[in-house]
């Protein structure tokens, strides 16, 4: 059973403050205590994102984002009665508490269900032109560009692997060679790695239709031009526990307009706004879907996930977003490869 002194929070803690615990406690989990100990409630990950995408700050107060009616074991039940409970509602922990209602620790199912290796599949896009990055990319497909003193492609296999997914399919087409004799099967790196080699364009989505066995579970799907420190276990957590059919990771994109906007009605001014700041999301090219979606991609057509979104939007099919807070960038130009090279030191 985890000790949970460093995994407490109160009532007036900061969103902010339960990040640093979640984060840093790698248990995926908060505890929300009053000055007794009695728990009051917990915050996981996928709580912090849903009020972040609500509008809330890191600076906000916690109260709106607890969850307040978790699933609980006194310390009096049996590892298999746990089990049990937790296999039923499919969650990672169970925190422990005593007679008196008072939180004293914290079951980690996964440590006794879960193998250290997930055979999730994780598809890779790595057959783009790199067009943006000439004359960096004429001799060499983007995903191979050196950032820090490795490839992207190899910084992101790596960040899967960490967390346990080795199963890795890599869609090439440009310069396909240079990334299947640099990988190869991917042993020397830990992992297993396949490829499907795109004969024609075929987008982000449409790639998938040439997969030569279909995904039986939730899969990850990737850009090859993206350097990040997400943790796709909480991705993969999120996916489930909203029962969703396709997760798009979405970054928030501000954009500040260099003007005063004047707001009309016929000819009155009804107001104006000095250079007012917008906030948008917008999608960070990486995905969980589960294997139902392949059926609404056709096969050997052009196909990017923004349309297959809006196809499973327009079917009322659960597609829903997983906000990252985490590094992200997107090295599509070449001021972004530049300052991929700058910060990759201090982020990775």
Same mark, same amino acid.
């Given at each position: 059973m985890k000790n949970i002194d460093s995994l407490k929070l109160n009532i007036n803690s900061t969103i902010k403050e339960a990040l640093a615990i979640i984060d840093q406690g790698a248990l995926q989990i908060a505890l929300v205590v009053d000055e007794h100990g009695t728990l009051l409630g917990t915050i996981t990950d996928g709580d912090i994102r849903r009020g972040l995408l609500k509008g809330l700050e890191l600076d906000s107060s916690i109260e709106t984002i607890i969850y307040k009616t978790p699933t609980i074991a006194t310390i009096s039940d049996t590892k298999e009665e746990i089990l049990k409970v937790a296999l039923l509602k499919k969650l990672h922990q169970i925190p422990i508490v005593?007679?008196?209602?008072? !939180? !004293?620790?914290?079951k980690e199912i996964e440590e006794l269900i879960k193998p250290k290796t997930k055979t999730n599949k994780v598809v890779l896009m790595v057959g783009g032109l790199g067009t943006r990055l000439r004359p960096l990319t004429e001799n060499v497909p983007k995903p191979m560009l050196k950032v820090g003193d490795k490839p992207i492609l190899e910084t992101i296999v790596e960040k899967f692997a960490e967390y346990g997914y080795i199963n890795i399919i890599m869609c090439v087409n440009y310069k396909s060679h240079i990334i299947q004799d640099y990988f190869g099967d991917g042993k020397k790196f830990g992992v297993n790695i396949e490829y499907v080699l795109e004969e024609q364009r075929m987008g982000t989505a449409g790639a998938l239709s040439l997969l030569k066995e279909k995904p039986t579970e939730p899969f990850f799907v990737m850009n090859g031009d993206l350097l990040t420190n997400v943790n796709f276990e909480h991705l993969h957590d999120y996916?489930? =526990?909203n029962n969703a059919l396709a997760t798009m990771c979405v970054r928030e994109y501000d954009f500040q307009v260099p003007y005063g906007v004047v707001n009309i009605e016929e000819s009155k001014i009804l107001s104006i706004a000095e250079k007012p700041v917008h906030k948008f999301f917008v999608s960070a090219g990486i995905y969980m879907l589960s294997s139902e979606v392949l059926e609404y991609i056709p096969k050997n057509e052009f196909f990017d996930m923004p349309t297959l979104f809006e196809t499973l939007i327009s079917k009322n099919k659960n597609a829903? =977003?997983?906000?990252?807070?985490?590094?992200?960038?997107?090295?599509?130009r070449i001021e972004e490869y530049k300052k991929a090279n700058e910060e990759y030191n201090e982020v990775f």
């Amino acid at each position: 059973m985890k000790n949970i002194d460093s995994l407490k929070l109160n009532i007036n803690s900061t969103i902010k403050e339960a990040l640093a615990i979640i984060d840093q406690g790698a248990l995926q989990i908060a505890l929300v205590v009053d000055e007794h100990g009695t728990l009051l409630g917990t915050i996981t990950d996928g709580d912090i994102r849903r009020g972040l995408l609500k509008g809330l700050e890191l600076d906000s107060s916690i109260e709106t984002i607890i969850y307040k009616t978790p699933t609980i074991a006194t310390i009096s039940d049996t590892k298999e009665e746990i089990l049990k409970v937790a296999l039923l509602k499919k969650l990672h922990q169970i925190p422990i508490v005593n007679a008196e209602g008072k !939180v !004293v620790g914290l079951k980690e199912i996964e440590e006794l269900i879960k193998p250290k290796t997930k055979t999730n599949k994780v598809v890779l896009m790595v057959g783009g032109l790199g067009t943006r990055l000439r004359p960096l990319t004429e001799n060499v497909p983007k995903p191979m560009l050196k950032v820090g003193d490795k490839p992207i492609l190899e910084t992101i296999v790596e960040k899967f692997a960490e967390y346990g997914y080795i199963n890795i399919i890599m869609c090439v087409n440009y310069k396909s060679h240079i990334i299947q004799d640099y990988f190869g099967d991917g042993k020397k790196f830990g992992v297993n790695i396949e490829y499907v080699l795109e004969e024609q364009r075929m987008g982000t989505a449409g790639a998938l239709s040439l997969l030569k066995e279909k995904p039986t579970e939730p899969f990850f799907v990737m850009n090859g031009d993206l350097l990040t420190n997400v943790n796709f276990e909480h991705l993969h957590d999120y996916h489930l =526990s909203n029962n969703a059919l396709a997760t798009m990771c979405v970054r928030e994109y501000d954009f500040q307009v260099p003007y005063g906007v004047v707001n009309i009605e016929e000819s009155k001014i009804l107001s104006i706004a000095e250079k007012p700041v917008h906030k948008f999301f917008v999608s960070a090219g990486i995905y969980m879907l589960s294997s139902e979606v392949l059926e609404y991609i056709p096969k050997n057509e052009f196909f990017d996930m923004p349309t297959l979104f809006e196809t499973l939007i327009s079917k009322n099919k659960n597609a829903i =977003s997983f906000p990252l807070r985490e590094y992200w960038l997107d090295i599509g130009r070449i001021e972004e490869y530049k300052k991929a090279n700058e910060e990759y030191n201090e982020v990775f």
